[in-house]
Nanobody, 123 residues
Framework: VQLQASGGGLVQAGDSLRLSCTAS????????MGWFRQAPGKEREFVAA????????RYAESVKERFTISRDNAKNTVYLQMNSLKAEDTAVYYC?????????????????WGQGTQVTVSS
């Protein structure tokens, strides 16, 4: 599945931003969807994942209570609402899809990746 992420930008600490990721295939609802991020000089890290039907979600501890992942299967789109942004949230954010049924936080369990969108939070 091809993924196209958008919505990144430059914001100030405390601001909000919503990322979107649209998939090319009508079989979008068969995939667990996730977001990872990669800051300069650091490894790519898990941010959030959502089940195929959108009922179950999973978050990294660092973003819990601030970020919300959601999906609209009718629009083949997954979202990441980011509130109370911090400077340490600065990274390239990647949308990803997994054909496994469980909500993994492991990079290797995700099979398709978008091109990434830059989020920069100034303090």
């Amino acid at each position: 599945v091809q993924l196209q992420a958008s919505g990144g930008g430059l914001v100030q600490a405390g601001d909000s931003l919503r990322l979107s990721c649209t998939a090319s295939q009508r079989t979008f609802s068969r995939y667990v969807m996730g977001w990872f991020r990669q800051a300069p000089g650091k490894e790519r890290e898990f941010v959030a994942a959502i089940s195929k039907n959108g009922v179950t979600t999973r978050y990294a501890e660092s973003v819990k209570e601030r970020f919300t992942i959601s999906r609209d299967n009718a629009k083949n789109t997954v979202y990441l609402q980011m509130n109370s942004l911090k400077a340490e949230d600065t990274a390239v954010y990647y949308c990803t899809a997994s054909w496994y049924s469980y909500l993994s936080d492991r990079y290797g369990d995700f099979n398709s990746w978008g091109q990434g969108t830059q989020v920069t939070v100034s303090s």
